[in-house]
């Protein structure tokens, strides 16, 4: 059970940027969502992050009944509001470097964090650890016309003893060939991989382990159209943190995100490198001087996903998603309103397609139930083989009961066959740094 007791906190960071751009575990969505289940908004949609458009347009729908609005959530949609959408000409200076222009913003801030973490388990394992965590690092975001583009860099740092992070074990399984393999990996790889880390430096002693990660994004805005490319997450669905199908629980990954809106109707689509963690055969690269490098299969994700809100009451969205390795860009599978199930075909039946819808139903004015199921093989004649029908469901409700104020009551059933987000070919599990 990990547990985080704060020992320090520092934050030397501005909100306000010209039509900054929400990452997708933004504290701005789930007070979105709370406003938009509450008050009927129709703007609200469950594919994070937002184009600069839908934010906007959100923002002035909250505005339009803010009279109904709790006095908490008035204070925090000013907050938001100055955040995500502040007036080109306040005149308030914002972060450390603020440059402005007749097109557009460029802010430069510091950004720092700092905790103390009890009792965190190193998957796979019945190790735990307890360390002081402290980072440091700087965001920067900047707005040019029609384009929105940021950067965000933290340096991480791990203190306490950690020396279990030199221990070994032992795993064994079936590659996808079918051969019974053994490895020895390393606790650290265990504590890296669960993290989604790539490089990380352990001292000597073990008392120190160092990580940096940088976030970033280059979005370009049309009315009813972006294009962003981007080192960041996505996160689809109604659930809180049991979604199915792209979470944010993994760490960033490299991106081109395609956003598309008619009124009610909107299509998103993602095309996206991952880290597979499995070494091409012969991979290893020797240079003289040079310490060994390895090479590692490519592995790439693309998914989309269809949402109609019915008067802000009620959404129903339909997504499809494919995991391919050991080839380059399919052009295929980068189409927005191609249907993913029959390209896989198309490319040999080996590629690992995923296929679900999700939706939300206002009952009463506070009472919101949602759903969501995930397919990942069917098999109409064998459908109780968990091995041919793989499947996943989440029911779920949310109450927001008039008293206390601003209280919110959620309930989550979640039910995943064992076998579902898996495939034939190991490098095809829907995993990254894995």
């Known amino acids: 059970m990990k547990k985080l007791v704060p020992v320090l906190m520092w934050v030397l960071f501005s909100m306000g940027v010209s039509h900054a751009l929400e990452g997708a575990d933004s504290s701005f969505y789930p007070f979105a969502r709370s406003l938009a289940e509450k008050y009927h908004l129709p703007a609200y949609r469950y594919a994070l992050p937002w184009s600069r458009e839908r934010i906007a347009l959100f923002i ?21 509001r100055e955040t995500v959408l502040p007036p080109e000409d306040d005149g308030v200076r914002r972060g450390i470097v603020h440059v402005r222009s007749g097109k557009g913003q460029a802010v430069l801030t510091l950004q720092g964090r700092g905790g103390y973490i009890s009792g965190e388990r190193i998957e ?15 965001r920067a975001e900047a707005s040019l016309g029609a384009f929105d583009m940021g950067l965000s860099f933290n340096d991480e740092t791990i203190h306490g003893d950690m020396t279990d992070l030199l221990r070994e074990q032992t795993k064994s ?6 051969q019974w393999r053994e490895e020895t990996v390393s606790f650290l790889d265990l504590f890296v991989k669960n993290r989604g880390w790539g490089w990380t430096n352990l001292n000597d002693d073990a008392s120190e382990l160092y990580f940096d990660r940088a976030d970033a ?5 049309q009315e009813g159209f972006s294009v962003t490319a981007a080192k960041g997450a996505n996160v689809w669905g109604p659930g809180d943190s049991h979604r199915l199908f792209l979470s944010s629980h993994a760490t960033s990954y490299n991106q081109v995100r395609l956003i598309f809106d008619w009124g009610p109707l909107s299509l998103v689509s993602v095309t996206a490198g991952l880290r597979s963690g499995e070494k091409e055969a012969e991979s290893l690269i020797e240079d003289p001087g040079a310490d060994p490098k390895d090479r590692y299969r490519q592995k790439y994700l693309a998914a989309h996903r269809l949402e109609f809100s019915i008067a802000g009451r009620h959404h129903i969205a339909f997504q499809e998603g494919v995991i391919y390795a050991d080839k380059g860009v399919q052009l295929g599978y980068a189409i927005p309103f191609n249907f993913f199930w029959s390209e896989q075909h198309y490319e040999g039946d080996r590629d690992n397609v995923i296929m679900g819808a999700d939706g939300h139903l206002t009952v009463t004015d506070r009472l919101i139930l949602y759903g969501e199921v995930l397919l990942d093989d069917l098999s109409v004649r064998k459908l109780r083989d968990f091995r041919r029908t793989k499947s996943a469901y989440t029911l779920g409700a949310r109450i927001y009961p008039p008293f206390p104020e601003d209280a919110l009551f959620s309930f989550g059933y979640t039910r995943i066959n064992p076998l579902v987000y898996t495939h034939r070919y190991n490098i095809d599990n829907y995993t990254h740094f894995g």
């Open 173 to 178: 399984y079936y590659d996808e060939t079918g």
């Open 124 to 138: 796979g394992t019945s190790s735990t650890l307890d360390y002081i965590l402290y980072t440091g690092g700087v």
């Open 217 to 221: 994004y280059l979005a370009f805005q």
């Open 60 to 80: 002035r729908q909250a505005e339009s009944c803010r009279d109904s609005f709790s006095a908490r959530e008035k204070v925090l949609l000013e907050r938001y």
